[in-house]
């Protein structure tokens, strides 16, 4: 029995959206021929993966038991791809990375240096981006990959990322604050303080920046929540809360009224770098692997 890679990768799709008219915009087909590649999937497992319905459609037990088996074969596939476009011959085109902030950093510069030696007729574009926005620009096709943040969200379906910058995280404080001008400081003395949030952040992304709940229970209290990291910076200035930053930001967001100081008993901040799981551009795909291979990341 031949299974082929698009056909599980197609099942994964349909098994994440539940719905196959999402599932099919997902992966650029119509509706009918991802309906006979699920069917022409099942007739070859001969078990009937999804039951349908008119809200959708659900995996069967059958289907449980294929999904894990399925997307660790379609990123094994793409893990292939990736090493192939990395060893490839220069490609041509044009490939559109997000930015959130300061994320990826120096690493940024390092792949576009990388992608200048090796693909020097591909061409870069780097625009900002948000939280809310980055992934639908993803699966809709107006970013090629972005540099986001951790942890992102916990469902990303037609998403694939890998962390490329691990770097200190730090607090930001009015100038005038009390724990302004310190070396570091603990995240306990930040206790009953106020802090800022980003709209439009994943829930698990704000309470881990807020380190919610705190070693002893209790919770830090939210104000107001920015815009963007500017406007963070801002509020930050106007004394309406302290917030948290990687050290990237120190070079590239220094503002008069902030001060940086560094947290000593927090994880690290991560940068992920996100693209189309379904990527098939040889230039973007060529971007991907050569940003992974600048990170020195080994596997997805």
Do not use: K
Not at 51 to 79: C, F, N
Not at 173 to 193: F, Q, Y
Request: hydrophobic letters at 45%; one cysteine or more.
């Amino acid at each position: 029995m031949d299974v082929s890679a698009h056909a599980l990768r197609y099942f994964v799709a349909l098994a994440e959206e539940g719905h196959m008219g999402r599932a099919a915009e997902r992966l650029h087909l119509t509706v009918p021929s991802l309906s006979e590649q699920t069917a022409r999937l099942e007739r070859q497992l001969q078990t009937a993966l999804f039951t349908r319905g008119p809200r959708g459609v659900e995996l069967t037990e059958a289907g449980e038991e294929l999904l894990p088996m399925a997307r660790a074969a379609a990123e094994a596939h793409d893990a292939v791809r990736l090493w192939a476009a990395q060893r490839s011959a220069e490609q041509v085109g044009a490939v559109r990375v997000g930015v959130f902030a300061a994320a990826g950093g120096p690493l940024r510069s390092a792949v576009q240096a990388a992608m200048a030696a090796r693909h020097p007729q591909v061409e870069v574009a780097t625009r900002r981006t948000g939280f809310d926005d980055a992934f639908p620009a993803l699966r809709g096709g107006r970013l090629d990959a972005a540099y986001l943040p951790e942890p992102l969200p916990r469902e990303l379906p037609g998403i694939r990322w890998a962390t490329v910058t691990r770097q200190r995280r730090l607090l930001l404080v009015p100038s005038d604050h009390r724990l302004a001008g310190r070396d570091a400081v603990s995240i306990e003395e930040t206790n009953g303080e106020t802090f800022l949030t980003l709209a439009g952040a994943p829930p698990t992304a704000v309470d881990w920046w807020l380190v919610d709940p705190r070693a002893d229970g209790s919770h830090p209290v939210r104000g107001p929540a920015a815009g963007d990291f500017e406007d963070l910076l801002d509020l930050c200035a106007d004394g309406r809360g302290l917030g948290f930053a990687s050290d990237f930001a120190v070079t590239n967001y220094l503002r008069p009224g902030v001060s940086f100081v560094r947290l000593t008993d927090v994880e690290d901040a991560r940068t992920a770098l996100c693209w189309r799981a379904d990527e098939r551009d040889p230039a973007v795909l060529a971007f991907v692997a050569t940003a992974r291979a600048v990170a020195g990341v080994r596997s997805s």
